[in-house]
C-alpha cells in the first residue's frame, strides 16, 4: 500500500502576501490626487477657524478683564489694534490694569496684565456689517468707530487706536476710557470682525462679540 503523502503541488500552495511595486505606486499615485483635491477645501477650514478662533479670544479677554477689575478691585482696559506684518493684516489685543485703583492710565500707572495677543488673519470691522443678523435692540456702540480711547504700551507693543473698553471695579462696562467708579456704563457694546487673507476682508464670514456693558459679559454671534 502506498503511504500517505502531504506534498501540496507547486500549482495549490498558498498564494503569496503582500503587494507589488506597481501595486504600491497606483496607491501613492490615488492617495496624492485625493490630497491634493482635498487641500483647498482644507485651506477654507483653517481660514474659518481662525475667524472663530478670534472671536472666542475676544470674548475670553472680555471675560478675563472683567473678573480681574473686580478681584483687583481697579480699572482694566482690553485695548484692540490693527496691524499689518508681512502683508496680511491681523489684529493684536492687550489687557492693562490701573496700578492704583483709578481710571489714571498713563504709562506710569498703567501695566499690562497679560502679554499682547496677536489674532492672525482677523481684523475688525464696522457693526452695519454683523447688524443684519445680530440681535440690534438697543442699539450696542460700534467699537470699530471709537477714536477717543486711552493709549498703552506692552514692549514694543502700542495700541493707539482708541479701540479700547474699560472695565469698572465693579464689573461694567464702558466705551470711555476714563468711566465713573460705578454707575458708568455703556448699555451694549459691539465688536465685529472678519476673516482676513492677506489685507484683503472676507466679508462672507462676519462674526460679532457683543458686551452688555451693565455686568460686562460677552456674547458671540456669527453669520
Do not use: C
Request: glycine share 6%; aromatic share 8%.
Amino acid at each position: 500500500m502506498r503511504p500517505w503523502s502531504f506534498d501540496i503541488p507547486i500549482t495549490e500552495r498558498t498564494p503569496r502576501l503582500g503587494f507589488s511595486l506597481l501595486e504600491l505606486l497606483i496607491v501613492v499615485a490615488i492617495v496624492a490626487l485625493l490630497a491634493v483635491g482635498t487641500i483647498p477645501a482644507l485651506r477654507s477650514i483653517l481660514q474659518a477657524r481662525g475667524a472663530s478662533n478670534a472671536a472666542y479670544q475676544v470674548a475670553a479677554a472680555v471675560e478675563l478683564a472683567r473678573s480681574e477689575a473686580i478681584a483687583r478691585r481697579t480699572f482694566v482696559w482690553l485695548a484692540l489694534q490693527t496691524q499689518t506684518n508681512s502683508g496680511n493684516t491681523d489684529l493684536r489685543l492687550g489687557l492693562f490694569y490701573s496700578k492704583d485703583g483709578t481710571t489714571n492710565h498713563s504709562s506710569t500707572n498703567a501695566a499690562p496684565l497679560v502679554r499682547p495677543l496677536l489674532l492672525e488673519r482677523s481684523d475688525m470691522v464696522s457693526f452695519s456689517s454683523a447688524s443684519s443678523f445680530v440681535t440690534n435692540n438697543p442699539a450696542p456702540e460700534d467699537l470699530s468707530g471709537a477714536a477717543s480711547g486711552a493709549t498703552f504700551t506692552s514692549g514694543n507693543v502700542t495700541f493707539s487706536s482708541g479701540r479700547t473698553i474699560t472695565f469698572t471695579p465693579l464689573g461694567e462696562a464702558s466705551t470711555t476710557a476714563t468711566p465713573a467708579w460705578s454707575n458708568t456704563f455703556s448699555p451694549r457694546i459691539a465688536i465685529a470682525l472678519q476673516q482676513t487673507t492677506g489685507t484683503t476682508r472676507q466679508t462672507n464670514d462676519t462674526l460679532a462679540v457683543l458686551v452688555d456693558g451693565s455686568v460686562g459679559l460677552p456674547t458671540i454671534y456669527r453669520r
